[in-house]
């Protein structure tokens, strides 16, 4: 497996369901971030990590909650989603995050929340 | 406050009929402007980074530059394999974030 990869590709959940999403990273890059893209809007930054610790979360709700165990796995823990989350869940990793290296991306979770 | 803007929205080009993409921006401290491919169905395809005004880089058919304010990418005889969305996004001075564009998405027709 080269760069990033994400599982599973589509998730279809109810809105009382818990799932994760997981993200690998075979780059040997120190940051990892995800993003939310929805139709017709920017790029969304959830949270990043670098170094394993956690540098950054832009008011997601807690309903959406990262676990980030070494430098090149991040998961994305799910409950209690709102329609309104139904989107596409990009994974990406850089160099290090605060640098200027470009973001690597997966190919994102289709998540539908129903 | 740090902001990306594409244009056009969308664009339909004939096979061979050469075109720009353009990405203004605006940003505290420049570190990097990013041009990105997004196929349907998949995650953003790094391209390229432009790291100061007057910076050129090539590839096969494209090629970006880059001013204090804005950022082009060239589109020289395209061909349908070239139809995808294409991003923009610049890294400010301070914090760790990318800040997206919405996307140009150019369709090339045989």
């Known amino acids: 497996e080269t760069g990033v990869t994400q599982t599973p590709r589509h998730l279809v959940m109810g809105m009382t369901n818990k799932k994760s999403l997981k993200c690998e990273q075979h780059?040997?890059?120190?940051?990892m971030y995800w993003y939310k893209q929805s139709a017709k809007k920017p790029l969304e930054l959830m949270f990043v990590y670098n170094f394993k610790e956690q540098t950054e979360n832009n008011s997601v709700p807690s309903r959406f909650s990262p676990e980030c165990p070494n430098s090149s796995h991040l998961f994305l823990h799910l409950h209690t989603l709102q329609p309104e989350d139904s989107a596409l869940y990009l994974c990406?990793?850089?160099?290090?995050?605060?640098?200027?290296?470009?973001?690597?991306f997966g190919n994102g979770t289709r998540l539908t929340v129903t | 406050e740090d902001q990306v803007t594409q244009s056009p929205e969308a664009l339909r080009l004939q096979e061979g009929e050469s075109s720009s993409l353009n990405c203004s921006y605006t940003v505290s401290g420049l570190r990097g402007l990013f041009w990105y491919r997004q196929d349907p169905g998949k995650g953003p395809e790094f391209l390229f980074t432009?790291?100061?005004a007057g910076e050129e880089k090539e590839k096969e058919r494209l090629k970006a530059t880059l001013t204090k304010k804005e950022s082009f990418l060239h589109i020289t005889a395209p061909k349908p394999e070239d139809s995808a969305t294409y991003l923009c996004?610049?890294?400010?001075?301070?914090?760790?974030?990318?800040?997206f564009g919405t996307g140009t998405s150019l369709t090339v027709i045989p």
């Open positions: 780059l040997g890059h120190n940051a």
């Open positions: 990406a990793s850089s160099q290090g995050a605060g640098g200027n290296s470009p973001l690597h």
């Open positions: 996004a610049v890294q400010g001075s301070t914090g760790n974030q990318f800040y």
């Open positions: 432009l790291y100061s």
